[in-house]
């Protein structure tokens, strides 16, 4: 601990599922274990966590994994090079539309995607206005629906503007009817569900390969000036992470995110009880530590080239992706 090049640090978040890794070390004493002193940030937006982590307010944040690959790029319009350790999630992330739409046509659970874009497409081509939000640009989430909608119709998947909400205020604007639909994680996509404004439709899995979602992100330039406080809190995460897949800690797990007002409506074991259920499996499912893959922001990159005209020669893909990854 005393080879620790800073023990005081700032940790963002985006109030998600997929930060409660960072919630529950703090919870559990493993940052301090590490001989760290650890400050969890709740961040507003994403926007703003990107902005505070480059500029050095954050040490490190829960992020978008895209983000590192637009850093890497300029494609974020900053450039300052951030890096990951850790994956949080995997492709966790939803589809919800409006429950007035899905009745308008005749959507369902059932749909095969290409079925739901095809009823969602045809709408948009008879001239319905149909608003559709995502989390941030440079996101898994952007991607999703633009694949989706892409099924059916290249040219308008393309050419369709979405609006950019931070997560929690997904459900605000549904129910609003500021929006039609969204693609986010949890548990905004529940929410919105069990209030009667939304029915999830589709998950990320459906629609892309296994792809890191949240990452555990840093700049280049303070990794490279505290590598045995980055390796601490890595371990420390690590170790919350498994955790999550113990059901004896769950009740304890779902408390805290009552606690952090990730949570924010009445489900359990009583009531709402499939979403429960559904919910505890994706915690559950973040709890094997898992490494991101150079192949991984590969993947980012060539969609970046297809949705955001990124201009990248397919040849430097590779290195661009390696550098999006920490390693000793």
């Given at each position: 601990?005393?080879?620790?090049?800073?023990?005081?640090?700032?940790?963002?978040?985006?109030?998600?599922?997929?930060?409660?890794?960072?919630?529950?070390?703090?919870?559990?004493?493993?940052?301090?274990?590490?001989?760290?002193?650890?400050?969890?940030?709740?961040?507003?937006?994403?926007?703003?966590?990107?902005?505070?982590?480059?500029?050095?307010?954050?040490?490190?944040?829960?992020?978008?994994?895209?983000?590192?690959?637009?850093?890497?790029?300029?494609?974020?319009?900053?450039?300052?090079?951030?890096?990951?350790?850790?994956?949080?999630?995997?492709?966790?992330?939803?589809?919800?539309?409006?429950?007035k739409l899905c009745h308008h046509l005749n959507l369902?659970?059932?749909?095969?995607?290409?079925?739901?874009?095809?009823?969602?497409?045809?709408?948009?081509?008879?001239?319905?206005?149909?608003?559709?939000?995502?989390?941030?640009?440079?996101?898994?989430?952007?991607?999703?629906?633009?694949?989706?909608?892409?099924?059916?119709?290249?040219?308008?998947?393309?050419?369709?503007?979405f609006s950019s909400l931070p997560p929690p205020y997904?459900?605000?604007?549904?129910?609003?009817?500021?929006?039609?639909?969204?693609?986010?994680?949890?548990?905004?996509?529940?929410?919105?569900?069990?209030?009667?404004?939304?029915?999830?439709?589709?998950?990320?899995?459906?629609?892309?390969?296994?792809?890191?979602?949240?990452?555990?992100?840093?700049?280049?330039?303070?990794?490279?000036?505290?590598?045995?406080?980055?390796?601490?809190?890595?371990?420390?995460?690590?170790?919350?992470?498994?955790?999550?897949?113990?059901?004896?800690?769950?009740?304890?797990?779902?408390?805290?995110?009552?606690?952090?007002?990730?949570?924010?409506?009445?489900?359990?074991?009583?009531?709402?009880?499939?979403?429960?259920?559904?919910?505890?499996?994706?915690?559950?499912?973040?709890?094997?530590?898992?490494?991101?893959?150079?192949?991984?922001?590969?993947?980012?990159?060539?969609?970046?080239?297809?949705?955001?005209?990124?201009?990248?020669?397919?040849?430097?893909?590779?290195?661009?992706?390696?550098?999006?990854?920490?390693?000793?």
């Amino acid at each position: 601990m005393s080879m620790l090049e800073k023990t005081d640090i700032q940790l963002g978040y985006i109030p998600l599922l997929d930060c409660i890794a960072l919630l529950w070390a703090s919870h559990q004493g493993y940052f301090a274990e590490q001989g760290l002193h650890v400050t969890l940030v709740k961040e507003p937006s994403w926007a703003s966590l990107r902005d505070r982590l480059a500029f050095g307010l954050l040490d490190a944040a829960h992020c978008l994994s895209a983000m590192l690959p637009a850093a890497a790029t300029g494609e974020d319009h900053l450039g300052i090079p951030l890096q990951t350790s850790l994956a949080l999630s995997h492709n966790r992330a939803f589809i919800s539309l409006s429950q007035k739409l899905c009745h308008h046509l005749n959507l369902s659970i059932h749909d095969t995607p290409l079925q739901s874009s095809q009823k969602l497409m045809h709408a948009i081509q008879q001239g319905q206005d149909i608003h559709l939000a995502h989390v941030f640009k440079q996101s898994i989430h952007h991607y999703i629906l633009r694949e989706w909608l892409a099924l059916s119709d290249g040219n308008i998947a393309a050419q369709y503007r979405f609006s950019s909400l931070p997560p929690p205020y997904m459900v605000e604007a549904i129910s609003s009817h500021l929006i039609d639909g969204f693609c986010v994680g949890e548990p905004w996509n529940t929410q919105a569900e069990i209030e009667g404004f939304s029915r999830i439709i589709l998950s990320s899995e459906d629609i892309i390969p296994t792809i890191p979602d949240k990452v555990v992100a840093f700049t280049a330039d303070w990794a490279l000036q505290h590598p045995h406080t980055l390796q601490a809190l890595t371990k420390a995460i690590e170790k919350a992470q498994q955790d999550l897949k113990n059901p004896a800690f769950f009740d304890e797990i779902w408390a805290l995110l009552k606690v952090y007002e990730i949570i924010r409506f009445q489900c359990s074991a009583d009531i709402h009880v499939q979403a429960f259920h559904r919910i505890m499996k994706i915690i559950q499912d973040f709890s094997n530590p898992q490494k991101p893959q150079t192949t991984d922001f590969e993947w980012i990159i060539q969609k970046m080239k297809r949705w955001d005209h990124l201009h990248v020669i397919d040849s430097e893909l590779a290195n661009i992706a390696k550098n999006c990854i920490y390693r000793v």
